[in-house]
């Protein structure tokens, strides 16, 4: 039997919900859980509860920021002739810059 799972609250977590998501969706998914630093469940529960996402800088983070964004620049420059911007090239570029932001305004503020 595995070990008990409890949140930070120690509340015990003993339900199960699932959901099923396309491939792009659940891309989208693990992009925004891996910049947030959270773990996937975290972040679910959070979104659906309506609470606040704080991004806590960590090395992890800063890798996958770094990452995304050299994605996010390879993508730009194949386009960049063509100029097709598609909508989730966006939601990234905008999400990222979020982050970014948030991550100065807190080592500067």
């Known amino acids: 039997m595995s070990a008990k799972n409890c949140d930070n609250h120690n509340r015990f977590r003993d339900r199960t919900i699932g959901f099923r998501v396309s491939s792009e969706e659940e891309q989208q998914i693990n992009t925004v859980v891996e910049l947030s630093g959270m773990t996937k469940q975290d972040y679910i529960v959070s979104?659906?509860?309506?609470?606040?996402?704080?991004?806590?800088?960590?090395?992890?983070?800063?890798r996958a920021v770094y990452d995304k964004l050299t994605e996010v620049l390879?993508?730009?420059?194949?386009?960049?002739?063509?100029?097709?911007?598609?909508?989730?090239?966006?939601?990234?570029?905008?999400?990222?810059?979020?982050?970014?932001?948030?991550?100065?305004i807190k080592a500067n503020g």
């Open 47 to 62: 979104k659906l509860l309506d609470r606040t996402i704080y991004v806590q800088g960590n090395c992890k983070v800063h």
């Open 74 to 104: 390879s993508e730009l420059r194949r386009i960049e002739s063509s100029n097709e911007m598609g909508d989730e090239l966006i939601a990234n570029i905008e999400l990222i810059a979020s982050i970014v932001d948030s991550l100065y």
